[in-house]
T-cell receptor, first 115, second 113 residues
Framework: DAGVTQSPTHLIKTRGQHVTLRCSPISGHKSVSWYQQVLGQGPQFIFQYYEKEERGRGNFPDRFSARQFPNYSSELNVNALLLGDSALYLC??????????????FGEGSRLTVL | GNSVTQMEGPVTLSEEAFLTINCTYTATGYPSLFWYVQYPGEGLQLLLKATKADDKGSNKGFEATYRKETTSFHLEKGSVQVSDSAVYFCALRVPGSSYKLIFGSGTRLLVRP
């Protein structure tokens, strides 16, 4: 079975542009989360979606938005890119949204470079 | 607030050496604790977890014990291999926060033959 897939794997943008990153969860998983991993740091939570509804949002500006589609895939959009948005963006899927013991399955990430 | 602190790396060891990577946390309530590993060019993978005090998580020879009295979740392995070279992340999830994970900054492990 395919794991979490993300596209594109690498991309380069310039300041002020916008970017759309895509994620397909593991088959049967209904929840998708997005994390930002700046070089040398741990991942930071951006969003969680479950059944197409936003269930959690991290401390990121409104330039960051996301949505989940009926097939449970998801997009992360970032507008008005800043140099500081350069990072690895990780998508993770899970079967359900709650519970203390469940596992998140991560994709390999989309590496965004903003020049 | 909730946070995770890990020892800074890189940690460089010879094959078959003993490994300890320290992790301490600050959290409200009773969090679940996790270790994730990131091999070069790959996504994060769950290595082990513990959901309550005194639980021991283990996998692939790695172990970590949830110590509430010291708010710690140190990762240990008795004999490391070259293939264990990776970045290790300690993380917590606070009850009621759905699946939001709070990660430490990561510790890079390099094992030399």
């Amino acid at each position: 079975d395919a794991g979490v897939t993300q596209s594109p794997t690498h991309l380069i943008k310039t300041r002020g542009q916008h970017v759309t990153l895509r994620c397909s969860p593991i088959s049967g998983h209904k929840s998708v989360s997005w994390y930002q991993q700046v070089l040398g740091q741990g991942p930071q939570f951006i969003f969680q979606y479950y059944e197409k509804e936003e269930r959690g949002r991290g401390n990121f500006p409104d330039r960051f938005s996301a949505r989940q589609f009926p097939n449970y895939s998801s997009e992360l959009n970032v507008n008005a890119l800043l140099l500081g948005d350069s990072a690895l963006y990780l998508c993770a899927s899970s079967l359900v949204v709650g519970g203390a013991t469940g596992e998140l399955f991560f994709g390999e990430g989309s590496r965004l470079t903003v020049l | 607030g909730n946070s995770v602190t890990q020892m800074e790396g890189p940690v460089t060891l010879s094959e078959e050496a003993f490994l300890t990577i320290n992790c301490t946390y600050t959290a409200t309530g009773y969090p679940s604790l996790f270790w994730y590993v990131q091999y070069p060019g790959e996504g994060l993978q769950l290595l082990l977890k513990a959901t309550k005090a005194d639980d021991k998580g283990s996998n692939k020879g790695f172990e970590a014990t949830y110590r509430k009295e010291t708010t710690s979740f140190h990762l240990e392995k008795g004999s490391v291999q070259v293939s264990d070279s990776a970045v290790y992340f300690c993380a917590l999830r606070v009850p009621g926060s759905s699946y939001k994970l709070i990660f430490g900054s990561g510790t890079r492990l390099l094992v030399r033959p």
